[in-house]
């Protein structure tokens, strides 16, 4: 009967590759995926797409009916939520909260009944799940396109796996033996799971360097818009949350509005991106330059959006380590009491920046340390005079700026490319013409620090 269902399945496949609906409720992405792995196993390489295409769309499906349940769900949530219980005594009020609670758990279950069916079984396997999260279909799917010679989607499976997996070393090896082959070009490098915010911020890095500085401004609003509503769906799904520090970098847009002469934008752009990663020495730095050029700091608040969002992540977090700490069982004991175990949750959030912006005026090396290293750098060797210089000046960094730096290279080379740390990079120039000033590309001599 199994192996009856199984090629009935596969024969639809075949026939048309439609997105899967509540029409073949019982035929879930889970079962697509166990069935293209096996023909995956088998060699079976067109069959072996179908099933893997097939579940990504149901995936999808899933995916987006369950944000859609949430989200109207939240709605009624809130709107029931606001009952006025002023006059209520205490036991009143958490019954009442219980009963909007309970009124939410049965909308979501009545939604996802409605626009999933009940014929539909729930997710078996949360690794699974994350599977498909962390993309690992299109890491079948590169090796099923190239068997059947399909160099472009092979480059697109494989580009689009490496986005969320850039550490695969096999997928790395496969992508270089792609490019090798005959009829290769870069416009295959797709990413086919591409965010809505991600399209717009590349847009408006295209516009940064065409000089459309209005466009640009828009489309950079308009992935932060796109970003916060991916933020909000992906807590609707139970998702680990997206990393604010996507948009960490150089900040061209700040540039840009200064620019277009929007010297209050600016301000609250670096107030934004300060209190979102206050270890970042060139918003730092920023911040000094316009501070001295429209002289009010009272410009520089972040935006009640990021206030938002900031207050939030930082509650959430102490929740989480709560949680974390105090529930973890070794030999089946819980940890000892503490008192802050009865006290309630703390939110106070502080989004002052206390920042002392005078102890980074001064310069931050010398003229004869910028020749020592520079020295160092052309003759591609160190003394242990200057290895000490390089221990002492990157403590000096991140003294100043209260942040924590690794040191990744000392060079002159005009060939230098940018380097490739995990958030983000601090380039700082020794050429004696701008020494100790921070740069965005290392196109002269430079000292290159990862800025943990």
């Given at each position: 009967m199994h192996h009856t269902i199984y090629l009935f399945i596969l024969s639809q496949l075949l026939i048309d590759l439609v997105i899967c609906t509540s029409e073949e409720p019982e035929v879930t992405f889970e079962k697509l995926y166990k069935y293209g792995k096996i023909e995956y196993t088998k060699g079976n390489w067109n069959d072996c797409i179908a099933f893997f295409l097939r579940s990504i769309e149901d995936f999808d499906y899933f995916v987006e009916e369950n944000v859609w349940c949430r989200e109207k769900c939240a709605r009624e949530h809130k709107i029931n939520g606001q009952t006025e219980l002023e006059d209520a005594g205490k036991d009143i009020v958490e019954i009442a909260m219980m009963y909007a609670n309970a009124q939410h758990a049965l909308c979501l279950f009545r939604c996802k009944n409605d626009r999933l069916t009940s014929m539909r079984p729930p997710v078996n396997d949360p690794d699974v799940f994350e599977e498909f999260q962390a993309r690992r279909p299109y890491q079948y799917l590169q090796i099923c396109y190239w068997k059947q010679k399909d160099l472009a989607s092979a480059v697109r499976s494989a580009y689009t796996y490496l986005v969320a997996n850039p550490k695969d070393q096999e997928t790395l090896d496969n992508l270089a033996f792609y490019m090798e082959q005959d009829g290769y070009h870069e416009d295959m490098l797709i990413d086919a799971r591409q965010m809505k915010y991600e399209a717009s911020y590349m847009r408006g890095v295209k516009a940064y360097n065409d000089g459309d500085w209005q466009l640009c401004v828009n489309e950079f609003e308009t992935s932060v818009?796109?970003?916060?509503?991916?933020?909000?769906?992906?807590?609707?799904?139970?998702?680990?949350?997206?990393?604010?520090?996507?948009?960490?970098?150089?900040?061209?847009?700040?540039?840009?509005?200064?620019?277009?002469?929007?010297?209050?934008?600016?301000?609250?752009?670096?107030?934004?991106?300060?209190?979102?990663?206050?270890?970042?020495?060139?918003?730092?730095?920023?911040?000094?330059?316009?501070?001295?050029?429209?002289?009010?700091?009272?410009?520089?608040?972040?935006?009640?959006?990021?206030?938002?969002?900031?207050?939030?992540?930082?509650?959430?977090?102490?929740?989480?380590?709560?949680?974390?700490?105090?529930?973890?069982?070794?030999?089946?004991?819980?940890?000892?009491?503490?008192?802050?175990?009865?006290?309630?949750?703390?939110?106070?959030?502080?989004?002052?920046?206390?920042?002392?912006?005078?102890?980074?005026?001064?310069?931050?090396?010398?003229?004869?340390?910028?020749?020592?290293?520079?020295?160092?750098?052309?003759?591609?060797?160190?003394?242990?005079?200057?290895?000490?210089?390089?221990?002492?000046?990157?403590?000096?960094?991140?003294?100043?700026?209260?942040?924590r730096i690794l040191y990744h290279s000392l060079t002159c080379s005009p060939d230098t490319t940018a380097p490739k740390c995990p958030h983000h990079s601090l380039i700082v120039s020794i050429d004696r013409s701008s020494c100790g000033t921070f740069l965005t590309d290392p196109n002269s001599c430079v000292l290159i620090f990862c800025v943990e």
């Amino acid at each position: 009967m199994h192996h009856t269902i199984y090629l009935f399945i596969l024969s639809q496949l075949l026939i048309d590759l439609v997105i899967c609906t509540s029409e073949e409720p019982e035929v879930t992405f889970e079962k697509l995926y166990k069935y293209g792995k096996i023909e995956y196993t088998k060699g079976n390489w067109n069959d072996c797409i179908a099933f893997f295409l097939r579940s990504i769309e149901d995936f999808d499906y899933f995916v987006e009916e369950n944000v859609w349940c949430r989200e109207k769900c939240a709605r009624e949530h809130k709107i029931n939520g606001q009952t006025e219980l002023e006059d209520a005594g205490k036991d009143i009020v958490e019954i009442a909260m219980m009963y909007a609670n309970a009124q939410h758990a049965l909308c979501l279950f009545r939604c996802k009944n409605d626009r999933l069916t009940s014929m539909r079984p729930p997710v078996n396997d949360p690794d699974v799940f994350e599977e498909f999260q962390a993309r690992r279909p299109y890491q079948y799917l590169q090796i099923c396109y190239w068997k059947q010679k399909d160099l472009a989607s092979a480059v697109r499976s494989a580009y689009t796996y490496l986005v969320a997996n850039p550490k695969d070393q096999e997928t790395l090896d496969n992508l270089a033996f792609y490019m090798e082959q005959d009829g290769y070009h870069e416009d295959m490098l797709i990413d086919a799971r591409q965010m809505k915010y991600e399209a717009s911020y590349m847009r408006g890095v295209k516009a940064y360097n065409d000089g459309d500085w209005q466009l640009c401004v828009n489309e950079f609003e308009t992935s932060v818009k796109q970003f916060f509503d991916e933020e909000q769906k992906c807590r609707h799904i139970c998702e680990d949350k997206l990393n604010w520090e996507t948009f960490d970098s150089a900040n061209p847009e700040i540039t840009i509005i200064v620019t277009m002469n929007r010297g209050r934008d600016v301000c609250e752009a670096v107030a934004n991106s300060i209190l979102l990663n206050p270890s970042n020495p060139i918003m730092r730095r920023n911040r000094l330059f316009y501070s001295k050029t429209y002289r009010s700091d009272d410009l520089f608040k972040p935006s009640d959006e990021i206030i938002e969002f900031h207050k939030r992540y930082a509650i959430e977090r102490l929740f989480l380590e709560f949680v974390d700490e105090r529930f973890k069982f070794e030999n089946n004991e819980l940890p000892a009491e503490r008192v802050d175990d009865r006290l309630p949750l703390d939110t106070t959030i502080p989004i002052n920046d206390d920042f002392d912006y005078s102890a980074i005026e001064k310069d931050l090396f010398t003229e004869g340390e910028c020749s020592a290293l520079a020295i160092a750098a052309i003759f591609e060797t160190k003394t242990a005079q200057q290895k000490q210089l390089l221990i002492d000046l990157s403590d000096r960094i991140a003294s100043r700026y209260r942040t924590r730096i690794l040191y990744h290279s000392l060079t002159c080379s005009p060939d230098t490319t940018a380097p490739k740390c995990p958030h983000h990079s601090l380039i700082v120039s020794i050429d004696r013409s701008s020494c100790g000033t921070f740069l965005t590309d290392p196109n002269s001599c430079v000292l290159i620090f990862c800025v943990e």
